[in-house]
């Protein structure tokens, strides 16, 4: 990359790594304030898990239309000042009771509304400012900052919600958005047009990231099974906060620092993505690292004994899935912007959300009404199965066989058989 290039993409890097560290803090902090000082119960923490969720469902699909309409830096900078706006009015609530239930809900359905746009407009940015060849190395880059946000972010955020309380806590995420939102501006690289000159009717737009998504033999089956995990895996981010505290008598603190040893272990895990790929192949880390992580996770249901015992299940079981997880996200993260022309960048990403992330959203919702109905263990261990099934169904997919990232955008899937080991 040019030296131009290589610092605008450090920017980035910077301004997308401030304010992921932030979002781990709220991430933590809603739930535990909902479930030590609001006490709700489980199916009302599958709605605030869910309205979080919820916008990568409603918004991805005009997201994606509207990131590959306009350019995507003035969208980036727009989400970060909006989220910082929103989240502030957190703490602001203090002087006036709150915050209360149905606010909670609202901030995290505006503020994942305004993730949903920033990731779409994100990904579709990145092939732009660094170039194909090196997204695999970008992208490995941002995965270290997620891994170290996630390993900060929860540790402070439980420590913070017992020495300021979790609205106070949400407050610094505010200011890394306004920090991200500099570093953004900072940005000189001149971003190309978006050429609108054939742009299609929205309807039109909008069917065509879904349709070279479900049309194409290695996204499609990557997508699907995404979906089916993403279910499986909100069912249980939304009882897991409530299960530690009431069923396994742990503090906020405690949680955050279990949360701290996924964060710590993904860091390896981006480090020996590339490696892994080379060894046994893109296709089979994608895989392999998808079942891995998902088995990891009875650990969790299963966690009992003494409070140390309880602690080091509970580590372990995010250890190894955030390093598994790390190295299959990776790949199939840089597959999926590596097939992807930057014409449809916006609108696949948007696609891909949607379907996911969707499946996420009601993932979480199904994860309250188990926990009401059959008791948070219980839900725990049909949840876990359910996320350890659904990565087979690539196995017997054309994913198995890609064995190295392809190094420019295939449209129909006669353009992929270099990258396909028959």
Not at 156 to 161: I, R
Not at 211 to 219: A, G, K, S
Request: aromatic fraction near 6%; charged fraction near 10%; include cysteine.
């Amino acid at each position: 990359m040019p030296a131009q290039f290589d610092r605008d993409a450090r920017r980035l890097w910077s301004a997308l790594s401030v304010s992921l560290v932030g979002s781990e803090i709220t991430l933590l902090a809603l739930p535990l304030f909902a479930a030590t000082k609001l006490h709700l119960v489980a199916f009302q923490m599958g709605i605030l898990a869910a309205t979080g969720q919820l916008p990568f469902l409603l918004c991805s699909l005009p997201a994606g239309v509207l990131a590959d309409r306009v350019r995507r830096r003035p969208i980036l900078v727009a989400c970060d000042v909006g989220s910082a706006v929103v989240l502030a009015t957190v703490p602001l609530s203090v002087m006036f009771g709150g915050p209360y239930f149905v606010q909670l809900c609202l901030v995290a359905f505006v503020v994942g509304t305004l993730a949903v746009l920033s990731e779409v407009a994100h990904y579709a940015y990145v092939p732009t400012l660094v170039g194909r060849d090196s997204l695999t190395q970008f992208n490995s880059r941002l995965q270290v900052s997620y891994s170290v946000s996630e390993s900060a972010g929860p540790g402070l955020a439980g420590v913070l919600v017992q020495l300021i309380t979790a609205p106070f806590a949400v407050l610094i995420d505010a200011f890394s958005f306004v920090v991200s939102a500099v570093l953004l501006r900072s940005v000189r690289h001149v971003e190309p047009r978006i050429d609108n000159s054939h742009s299609s009717t929205v309807r039109s737009s909008l069917v065509d990231g879904l349709r070279m998504l479900v049309r194409h033999p290695v996204l499609r089956p990557i997508v699907l099974t995404g979906m089916f995990v993403a279910f499986f895996e909100q069912a249980v981010v939304a009882l897991y906060v409530l299960y530690a505290i009431r069923d396994l008598g742990l503090s906020s603190a405690t949680i955050g620092l279990v949360f701290v040893a996924g964060g710590i272990a993904a860091i390896p895990g981006s480090m020996l993505a590339r490696v892994v790929g080379d060894r046994i192949g893109v296709g089979p880390a994608i895989v392999v690292g998808l079942i891995l992580s998902a088995a990891a996770g009875l650990l969790v249901p299963f966690a009992t004994g003494s409070t140390v015992v309880i602690i080091l299940m509970l580590a372990a079981a995010k250890a190894i899935t955030a390093l598994t997880f790390t190295v299959a996200n990776i790949h199939q993260w840089s597959l999926r912007q590596s097939l992807t022309p930057d014409e449809l960048a916006g609108r696949v990403t948007a696609g891909q959300r949607f379907i996911v992330y969707g499946g996420g959203s009601i993932g979480a919702l199904m994860g309250g009404v188990l926990g009401s109905a059959l008791g948070l263990r219980p839900a725990l261990m049909l949840c876990v199965a359910g996320g350890i099934l659904s990565p087979l169904l690539l196995a017997a997919s054309p994913v198995w066989r890609v064995r190295e990232q392809p190094t420019s955008p295939a449209e129909e899937s006669e353009n992929v058989t270099d990258a396909i080991d028959v």
